[in-house]
């Protein structure tokens, strides 16, 4: 996909070039000197004119008609180099690789050193233009009859720099791990329920572990029943589709300590039960196992970069259906760790599956928990759709999730869990909690309650029911499902300190 090299000629043959211009962007030196005296000084004028834009994103592009074997040159407006951010950047190549796809371009030649800047230095520029590529020309190709022309798209990516080759592939290896795992997150999201049942989700998750050499362990329902998963089992009363737990081990450490635990919420369709969703709300419910997609995506990222880490990734599996059989508002249900549940929503369903995923995952040795799940309507209330909501019951813990968070470009923002908080889940007259206090502070119940099963594990909530999916295109990506903490975990449990 990506090759390096430290020589560029304006005689060789390239079917189009990127190149990086800033407000200040220097002529005398480099590919774009070359490109200017290929044109008789061209790019110069052509900038002064402003017809070459330098603004950020900005995208323009000029066909060389034969004085160069470079047909076309696409310039990639940086605004001033100094300002510029890394996330500004992957969302510049984000934007450029787009044009070049729709184009229908299948050879793509890049400057690298033209994007790097002192604010983002080459391997960081390479990290950047690398996983943007694999963000931005994602596709899901969906269910519609397919025409027989094949579909052309960006094939190979030749990557241009005076700098070091070696290190400038590692890092376009690693930025390219990181936008495919989210990519992968993102087609489960996609695929409808039908096609995504738990039992699906279960065989995706057994390819994952035989490709990177993962221990993996399917619980049916069978095993759940022994192992007292009231809470799981609950849900999924009311569906002809089996649950399944879902449990994928890396050790990358001799001794298996120190476990990273990734809980993701894997509800393939959310009716909402008894306590069912309105007609328009229920539509787009196949998204509700995008936290479970995100911890998938994440140990793909994992598996191919093989960090020194312990991970346990845990994942409950099931829909949430309305039958005779179907759980109810009233009900008294007990959980793996023993404690009692009064069912108040049986719409508050996703909390009541991580219930049982934490207690298992600190059974097989969690010292640490994430929990990733759509949790709340509440959660887009309070932060909107480009926010994703955190609770934490550890400063030191939290503060590593949020440095990943802020490095992948994926922010979040902590609300608060208070004393009185926690009271408002265990607030039951007849049982230890209750699954759904009310509207008030609904994303801080949600994440209350998990933490009652959390106990004294080091943990952080991450409630993504507002930034899972996007109604609108971004230079890094399509509408639909956004993989979104798939990289922020994978980044986590990379630079993870005890």
């Excluded at 930025?175 to 039992?199: D, E, Q």
């Excluded at 640490?368 to 400063?395: H, K, P, Q, R």
Aim: charged share 25%.
């Amino acid at each position: 996909m990506f090759t390096v090299k430290n020589h560029w000629s304006a005689k060789e043959q390239h079917e189009c070039l990127l190149i990086g211009v800033t407000q200040h962007t220097s002529l005398e030196n480099g590919i774009i000197k070359e490109v200017n005296l290929a044109l008789n000084g061209q790019v110069s004028e052509l900038l002064k004119d402003g017809d070459i834009s330098t603004k950020k994103k900005a995208i323009s592009s000029i066909h060389t008609l034969g004085q160069s074997g470079t047909k076309r040159v696409i310039f990639v407006g940086l605004g001033k180099a100094k300002e510029l951010t890394f996330e500004e950047l992957k969302e510049a190549y984000g934007k450029a690789f787009s044009y070049v796809n729709k184009a229908k371009y299948q050879t793509v030649t890049v400057d690298l050193d033209s994007f790097s800047s002192e604010q983002v230095e080459v391997a960081d520029a390479a990290y950047a233009l690398s996983e943007a590529f694999a963000l931005a020309t994602y596709k899901f190709d969906g269910y519609k009859q397919k025409s027989n022309e094949p579909e052309k798209k960006i094939e190979d990516v030749t990557v241009i720099t005076a700098n070091d080759t070696d290190e400038v592939s590692a890092s376009l290896t690693v930025g390219y791990v990181y936008g495919k795992g989210t990519n992968s997150a993102r087609s489960l999201v996609n695929i409808p329920g039908n096609m995504l049942t738990a039992t699906e989700m279960a065989k995706y998750a057994v390819e994952l572990a035989e490709k990177y050499d993962f221990e993996v362990e399917i619980l049916e329902k069978e095993d759940m029943e022994k192992l007292g998963m009231g809470a799981f089992l609950a849900v999924n009363q009311g569906s002809v589709e089996p649950p399944k737990m879902i449990v994928l081990k890396y050790q990358g450490k001799d001794e298996w300590k120190d476990v990273i635990g990734l809980v993701g919420k894997g509800i393939t369709f959310d009716t909402g039960g008894y306590s069912i969703k309105p007609k328009d709300g229920i539509v787009g419910m196949k998204t509700d196992m995008g936290g479970a997609a995100a911890v998938l995506g994440a140990m793909e990222i994992i598996g191919e970069l093989k960090p020194e880490q312990n991970v346990v990734a845990v994942i409950p599996s099931t829909d949430n259906m309305v039958s005779g059989a179907a759980f109810k508002p009233d009900d008294v249900i007990t959980a793996m760790n023993g404690k009692t549940i009064e069912v108040l929503n049986t719409d508050a369903e996703g909390r009541l599956v991580l219930a049982d995923a934490m207690t298992y995952a600190k059974q097989h040795g969690a010292d640490y928990l994430v929990d990733v799940a759509t949790l709340t309507g509440g959660v887009i209330i309070a932060l909107g759709t480009e926010m994703t909501g955190a609770l934490t019951n550890n400063e030191s813990l939290f503060e590593q999730v949020l440095e990943a968070s802020v490095e992948a470009g994926e922010p979040m923002w902590r609300l608060p869990l208070t004393e009185k908080d926690k009271q408002r889940v265990r607030n039951s007259k007849i049982a230890d909690l209750n699954n759904s206090p009310g509207r008030e502070g609904h994303a801080i119940m949600g994440g209350a309650f998990i933490g009652e099963f959390a106990e004294g594990t080091p943990w952080v909530h991450l409630d993504i029911a507002g930034t899972a999916t996007t109604n609108k295109t971004s230079d890094l990506g399509p509408s639909g499902a956004t993989g979104v903490m798939t990289r922020t975990l994978a980044l986590f449990v990379e630079r993870f300190e005890v």
